[in-house]
């Protein structure tokens, strides 16, 4: 048997509130260095603190999720502004209880649950193809959003067909 390697790049729409709070951060940090510059030199200081706050925090505003799919296991890695990773979340076959489309009847009984921990990483575009996976760990439930290829799904239907719903 060999070995499947699936690897997918998916890029997340900016919310709205996230491309006004982009803008803001922005526009207070030149607004403080003009400030600086022609009311009071103190005000510099904080155009340098704002720089810095900009330079970390803006980087968190545009995210790409990679998924990589290896023999079962599903790795995701959150990507920030094209330069830095981090593995985010890494699930097994083995505990997942149900793959389906999200719109999916068969996911009702989940979405009514309150105790079920919601993460989201898929595009967030209207038109997207996202699938829900639902994953049990020890005593607790996750509920995973994200946006599978087909090349991945097959594989995860081969591997758990009763688990995994295509439509």
Not at 117 to 131: G, L, P, T, W
Request: a positive charge.
């Amino acid at each position: 048997m060999s070995d499947l390697y699936t690897e997918l790049l998916v890029k997340r729409t900016t919310p709205f509130g996230d491309q006004v709070l982009k803008f803001g951060m922005i526009f207070l940090t030149v607004l403080a260095g003009v400030a600086g510059i022609y009311v009071s030199p103190y005000l510099l200081i904080a155009f340098a603190a704002l720089a810095i706050l900009d330079y970390f925090k803006l980087s968190s505003f545009d995210l790409e999720f990679e998924y990589i799919y290896v023999n079962g296991e599903l790795d995701i890695d959150k990507i920030m502004s094209r330069t830095k990773r981090k593995r985010i979340a890494n699930y097994n076959m083995a505990n997942v209880e149900l793959i389906a489309p999200y719109t999916s009847h068969e996911l009702d009984h989940y979405r009514q649950d309150k105790n079920i921990k919601m993460q989201n990483f898929s595009s967030r575009e209207k038109d997207a193809k996202v699938y829900a996976m639902i994953v049990s760990n020890t005593n607790k439930r996750e509920m995973v959003l994200f946006e599978p290829n087909d090349v991945m799904l097959n594989d995860m239907k081969r591997i758990a067909p009763r688990k995994v719903k295509l439509s």
